[in-house]
């Protein structure tokens, strides 16, 4: 069984940083895109960056571009968010996926609250 479980989720000051982690478990992902999305009280779900397998390609929403930084380990079929200069508009649920030719796979989600 496939499990996504994201970490580093917490309550920050406007200007703060954190870093959020995804390991994936229960099977092998190869040549695999992974990435991470969020979701707004009272909003839509919406992009916010992927990295490819070699890591040669990434990709950023416009809201965080320039603040945040994809990163994976696949040794430790580990994808991650680290995200500066946080603000209030960043409050979100962060989800993390994997996808590959099977399919597409979503964690529970980590709760990420800037307070201004």
């Known amino acids: 069984q496939v499990q996504l479980v994201e970490s580093g989720g917490g309550l920050v000051q406007a200007g703060g940083s954190l870093r959020l982690s995804c390991e994936v478990s229960g099977r092998t992902f190869s040549s695999s895109d992974m990435g991470w999305y969020r979701q707004a009280p009272g909003k839509e779900r919406e992009f916010v960056a992927s990295i490819n397998w070699s890591s040669s390609s990434t990709y950023y929403a416009a809201s965080v571009k320039g603040r945040s930084t994809i990163s994976r380990d696949n040794a430790k079929d580990t994808v991650y968010l680290q995200m500066n200069s946080l603000r209030p508009e960043d409050t979100a649920i962060y989800s993390c996926?994997?996808?590959?030719?099977?399919?597409?796979?979503w964690g529970q989600g980590t709760q990420v609250t800037v307070s201004s």
């Open positions: 996926y994997v996808r590959d030719r099977h399919g597409v796979y």
